[in-house]
Each structure stands twice: as C-alpha cells, then as structure tokens.
C-alpha cells in the first residue's frame, strides 16, 4: 500500500461534471481530456509501482513548494539510498525527439519532459536542502501508454519506454534497501508540505442556472435515469443505484461546483430533477447529513471530520489517525472508508462509527 495514495483531482471532477451538464468549448474540453488522460496513465503506473516487493515508501501525486515555485510529482518512491521521481506520460502514437519539444505525427509540440524532470529535481532539492536533508534524487519519465513510439531519441536519456516497463519492475525488485525512521519521516513531512490548490480559477465559466439537471448515471454518464421504488435505474447500460446513494452523489456534485451554496431540499430537488418527491429528498438529506436550522430556513452540511475525509478523499487518513488520540474510533472509521468510498453514500453509517451515541 503506498505511503500517500493517489486521489482524483477536484479539478478533473469538476470538469467531469461540467463536460457532462453544460458545452464545453473545444479547448476546454480538450484541457479536460488531457487531464484524465494524464490520469488514467498514473493509475496505470500505480498498478505497477503496487507490485514492488522492495522496502521503499511510495508517494503518489504531490505538488511541493519551494522558492514560491511549485512542481508536481506523479510518483516520488524512497529507498534507502536514493528518492526516485518519476514523471507519467500516457502520450499515444507515433512521436519524433527533438531536444526541445516531442513532437506528434499528427505535427502536435508538447514539451519536452526531461525539462520538467530537471526543474522538479531542483526544487525539490532546494525543498529538501531548506529542511537540512540531504539525499539523493533520481529523475526518470515513464511513457505508460503501449500504443507510444518515440523516434530519433538518445539511448541514455532517463526515458522508460512501454516495453521496459517490466524490466524496471524487476530491476527495482532487486534494489537492496532497508528503511529507518528517517525515510518515513522524511516521507511524512512531504505529505505534509503537499499543497492543494483550489480548482475554480483553472474552470471554465459556469453558473448554476447553466448547467443541465438531473441525475447522471454513475457509470456512464447519461441522463436516462429512472426512479423504481428505491433505486434509479438507468436505461443506457442497465446499471441500478439506490437512490439514496444517487442523491448524495449529486450532493457532492453542487458542493463542489458551488462549495458556497447551502444545501437545501429545494436546490437538491431542483438539481436531480427526477425525484417527485421533496419529502424524500428531505428525509435523504436528514439521514446522511447534519441539519442546521428549522423549516424552511433548514440546510444539511456534513459533519466537520467527514468534510476533512472528503477533501482528502482517501485512506490518506489512516497516516494522520494513527496520531489521533481518537484512534479506536479512527481505525474503524478507516475501515469503513477502505470498503465504502464516500461518494457511495454511507455518511450515515460512518457517523454512526464515530459518534455512537449520536442520534443522527
Ligand atoms: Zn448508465
């Protein structure tokens, strides 16, 4: 299990929901196909790194600071005597080296990303060097995508090809390294130095009047939902969803997108479209999350520890439970959080995990 898990950005989802619920332009659609491009690569790679059997820490996706320059590492993995980078590129087809740039048949420039390994090396070697560490950093770029070739390019670049990919899975098996209180605290602070940088400056313009309502399916996307009893069914791939969980999915959906709007029956009403009932939508609301104010004025918000889950959006927490003097009720809750993620749904049950005595 890696030292920090990887989480979707709340950039990439809001995108995701816009792109469903609103017309992108061509650009910022293109933006987000890039980005969930970049992604899907570095779950891809992710699948590979969780095979190590070498004693090392895996840090997946942080955005470190020094200088007032930030830079972003897909996966960092510590080993006993070197802290190896590694820069993921899901690029597909056919491209050409040049020293500035890699170049797509198509006649398309990207950058080229021995650049971005060199500058994310020097940061962080300034970041760490600000902390009085000293160790030694290896850069490397992992083309992930099988379907990519790259033409014309040196043999001694730290390029990892599609092809090699089970030969650095094997080369760093063999790796001897044996892990002490310094690498997990070296890898601890950098957790803590991870910055999280808001998404709504780098969003397309939307308003809520704007963009589509209804449910979406949660597995394709589509509008062809119906109601049926408890569930939502949708007629496009046949996929059933308890409508209590397809609420709350869209409850997530207006709080990230409006993280100022108060959640009311009416806007979640207004906003899923399909359900008949507010009475229902209500008594949802109610269940799985916490009510301030009466009647009218009434609005729903997540209990202040969820929140914190939600923005972290992964076992992540287990990292910082372990220092929690809640630690009983944490490690339960992380349990939980293992089997249930929480856009599925189960606020409920996990109040209940932390606060038994609550009446909620
Ligand atoms: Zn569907």
Request: hydrophobic content about 40%.
């Given at each position: 299990m890696a030292f920090k898990e990887r ?30 491009k970049g992604y899907e690569g570095e779950i891809q790679f992710d699948l590979i790194t969780e095979k190590l059997q070498s004693n090392c820490l895996i840090l997946n996706d ?11 590492y897909d996966t960092s993995i510590i080993f006993q005597e070197t802290f190896h980078l590694f820069e993921v590129k899901n690029f597909e087809g056919d491209f050409?080296y040049?020293?500035?740039?890699l ?10 990303p021995l650049?971005q390994i060199?500058?994310s ?15 030694n950093i290896e850069a490397h770029v992992v083309f992930i995508n099988p379907e990519f070739t790259l033409f014309q390019a040196p043999p001694n670049l730290p390029f990892i090809y599609p092809t090699q990919l089970n030969r650095f899975l094997k080369k760093f098996n063999t790796i001897h390294s044996s892990l ?181």
């Amino acid at each position: 299990m890696a030292f920090k898990e990887r989480t979707e950005s709340n950039l990439l989802k809001c995108l995701r929901i816009l792109n469903i619920r609103m017309e992108l332009t061509e650009d910022e659609r293109r933006y987000y196909l890039n980005l969930k491009k970049g992604y899907e690569g570095e779950i891809q790679f992710d699948l590979i790194t969780e095979k190590l059997q070498s004693n090392c820490l895996i840090l997946n996706d942080l955005q470190l600071k020094a200088n007032n320059t930030t830079s972003q590492y897909d996966t960092s993995i510590i080993f006993q005597e070197t802290f190896h980078l590694f820069e993921v590129k899901n690029f597909e087809g056919d491209f050409c080296y040049e020293p500035d740039k890699l170049q797509s048949v198509k006649g398309i420039d990207y950058k080229n990303p021995l650049h971005q390994i060199n500058r994310s090396t020097i940061i962080l070697n300034q970041l760490l060097q600000s902390h009085r560490i000293n160790f030694n950093i290896e850069a490397h770029v992992v083309f992930i995508n099988p379907e990519f070739t790259l033409f014309q390019a040196p043999p001694n670049l730290p390029f990892i090809y599609p092809t090699q990919l089970n030969r650095f899975l094997k080369k760093f098996n063999t790796i001897h390294s044996s892990l002490n209180n310094f690498h997990k605290q070296l890898a601890g602070k950098l957790v803590s130095l991870h910055q999280t940088e808001s998404p709504y400056a780098l969003l397309p313009k939307y308003e809520y009047y704007q963009l589509k309502k209804g449910i979406t399916c949660k597995d394709c996307q589509s509008f062809l939902i119906s109601v049926h009893g408890n569930y939502a069914l949708c007629s496009e791939c046949g996929c059933k969803e308890s409508v209590e969980s397809a609420v709350i999915r869209n409850v997530m959906e207006i709080k990230l997108l409006f993280p100022d709007r108060k959640i009311t029956t009416n806007i979640v009403y207004d906003w899923c479209a399909i359900i008949s009932c507010k009475k229902r939508i209500s008594r949802i609301l109610g269940r799985n999350f916490k009510v301030i104010g009466v009647h009218q004025w009434a609005y729903f918000k997540l209990v202040e520890f969820i929140d914190l889950m939600i923005d972290i959006m992964t076992i992540n927490l287990v990292c910082f439970v372990l220092h929690c003097p809640y630690e009983r009720h944490f490690k339960h809750l992380s349990m939980c959080f293992v089997l249930h993620r929480p856009y599925e749904g189960h606020f409920h049950h996990l109040f209940h995990v932390f606060c038994p005595s609550s009446t909620l």
